[in-house]
């Protein structure tokens, strides 16, 4: 029975991946430094491990495209860019520590 779905169920790989959401993609970056910080376990892996290097380039990419984008955001995408970014930078700082 493992193998066999049920009438209407697909399998993940066979969903499209959704594109062009600014807070999804800005999610999705957050998420990534969450891994390199050693935030989030690795669920191939099942590890966390901490990439300094690969953290501070992923948040110097968030700033980055919060200063491009700045004047074209709406409030609530804003809002969103700077929580991770604030997020990230307090999580950042203590792991330097």
Known sequence: MSGERRMGER???E?????????????????????????????????????VDGARMLIDDLEM????TASNLD???QEHID??????????ERIEE
Do not use: Y
């Not at 970056?29 to 191939?44: R, T, W």
């Not at 991770?84 to 999580?91: F, K, N, Q, S, T």
């Open 65 to 68: 495209l919060r200063e491009k």
């Open 15 to 51: 969903m499209p991946l959704p594109g062009g959401d600014f807070r999804l993609f800005v999610t999705r970056l957050s998420v990534q430094a969450m891994f390199s910080l050693g935030l989030l376990e690795h669920p191939i892996t099942k590890t966390r491990e901490v990439n």
């Open 83 to 92: 929580k991770a970014l604030h997020e990230l930078r307090l999580a950042f």
């Open 75 to 77: 409030e609530d995408e």
């Open 11 to 13: 399998r993940a790989d």
